[in-house]
């Protein structure tokens, strides 16, 4: 049985960091592509950044590149998004997904989700 299980999430003050953390079982993360999304209230899932199952390519969304980060940890079976110099507007829950092949923006083509972790940044 697969899991996704999010973690890290909290209440962070404008300009601040988080640590995402999905720890996954049932599945080798270093096999799937895996993917950061988010879900603002009132807005759509978006993907905000993706690394590929080889590990060597990453995606950052324009509203997040230069502050947000993916990794991965093999050993430890976790894919992670470092969050800094937080913004009010990212305020979301944060969902992990992983998928076979390449990061794609396509909700539908992840086969397995997390049951994502709250984020709020106030002002």
């Known amino acids: 049985q697969v899991q996704l299980v999010e973690s890290g999430g909290g209440l962070v003050q404008a300009g601040g960091s988080l640590r995402l953390s999905c720890a996954a079982s049932?599945?080798?993360?270093?096999?799937?592509?895996m993917g950061w999304f988010r879900q603002a209230p009132g807005k759509e899932r978006e993907l905000i950044a993706g690394?590929?199952?080889?590990?060597?390519?990453?995606f950052h969304a324009d509203s997040v590149k230069g502050r947000f980060s993916i990794s991965r940890d093999s050993a430890k079976n976790t894919v992670y998004l470092q969050m800094n110099s937080l913004k009010p507007e990212d305020t979301a829950v944060y969902y992990c997904a992983a998928r076979q092949g390449l990061v794609s923006a396509r909700l539908y083509e992840y086969t397995y989700w997390g049951q994502g972790t709250q984020v709020t940044v106030s002002s």
């Open positions: 049932g599945l080798t993360v270093g096999t799937y592509a």
């Open positions: 690394i590929d199952y080889r590990g060597d390519g990453t």
